[in-house]
């Protein structure tokens, strides 16, 4: 799952949201910088990464783009699924798209000081191109997805997954609406166990 999951999955914690936000740009060596609460949510973070790598449904997205996207298959995939959740957020959650990306917006900035630096630089770019917003649009995924071929260290052609996707845009979906649900669940139960 990608960054509007992350921030969806946190439910209403301030400190389980910044974690989970920023969790991908954080080392294990790391996490004593931050407030234990705000560990939760690194840890949450990575619980909902291997839950979906390793999840049978989401396999079947992955092995639709594997044949021509290799490697990057999963990173497609985490990214066409926040596609899918922008498009249909009502389905997951009561409040509105737009309200809850300003939500979160408003939270990274008052905690700035706590984001590590790799968060700070992006996040203006996130912002400017209203990534959380726009990825429910093709035009959104689709400049995602160039980006991510920008930044990627070897050969790659995300910038062609857009369409990949579309031309097969019903089973993907399934499979976004037959997963989703079950990765709720399970976070649910997992926010349960935190030492509160």
Known sequence: MNFLAHLLLSGNDDDL???????????????????????????LHHKIDFFTDNHPIVEKSKK????????????????VYDHFLAANFNDYSMQRLEPFVESCYDLLHR??????????????HMEAGNWLVNYQHREGLQKSLSGMSRRASFHNKMDEAT??????????????????????????????????
């Not at 989970?20 to 690194?42: C, L, M, P, Y």
């Open 64 to 79: 639709r783009l594997r044949k021509k996207h290799g490697k990057y298959a999963p990173v497609i995939v985490d990214i």
């Open 17 to 43: 949201r910044i974690g989970n936000f920023i969790a991908d740009s954080v080392r294990s060596v790391e996490w004593d910088q931050f407030k234990k609460e705000v560990t939760h949510g690194i840890e």
């Open 163 to 196: 369409g990949d996707v579309f031309d097969d845009y019903r089973h993907f979906e399934e499979d976004f609406r037959n997963y989703f649900p079950l990765l709720q669940d399970y976070v649910k139960q997992e926010i349960l166990k935190l030492p509160w």
């Open 111 to 124: 905690r700035w000081n706590e984001l590590p630096p790799g968060i700070r630089y992006m996040l203006p």
